[in-house]
């Protein structure tokens, strides 16, 4: 997975406050976000992300407008089943540079979290976010 792909999912991440609950969910608490305790982001790792990452770069690279991808922990090791989906949309062409809003949804232990962050690249470049 290449560094900016992870880069990529942490930017999703980073975009939201639930972004703040990757370090884990005493960090949260810690924080004064306990609000976001048992919530999908509080439960993953730097697999599950890694996980996430591929399944964005994917969906990014290769849906179309409202096509999702599905995604899943599966494999990483994380005793917490999380499952999820990427669906890019409301892709704008202008020059050599891409940009798509992505909808990226994340499930587990009954909880679901949504972040639509927007992500560009120029031709030949690599997906990144934009600030927010």
Not at 13 to 38: E, K, M, P, R, Y
Request: glycine residues 8%; contains cysteine; proline residues 5%.
């Amino acid at each position: 997975m290449p560094m900016t792909s992870r880069a990529f999912v942490r930017a999703c991440v980073q975009s939201t406050a639930a972004t703040l609950l990757v370090a884990g969910a005493a960090a949260a608490s810690a924080a004064n976000l306990g609000f976001l305790n048992d919530t999908p982001i509080s439960y993953m790792k730097q697999r599950d992300l890694q996980a996430l990452n591929s399944a964005a770069s994917k969906a990014l690279d290769t849906q179309k407008d409202g096509e999702s991808v599905e995604w899943n922990n599966q494999g990483t090791g994380n005793p917490v089943p999380i499952r999820g989906t990427i669906t890019p949309q409301d892709s704008v062409k202008q020059g050599d540079r891409t940009c798509r809003k992505v909808t990226l949804v994340a499930i587990a232990k009954g909880q679901t979290q949504t972040w639509t962050p927007t992500a560009c690249k120029a031709s030949g470049g690599k997906w990144k976010l934009l600030k927010q």
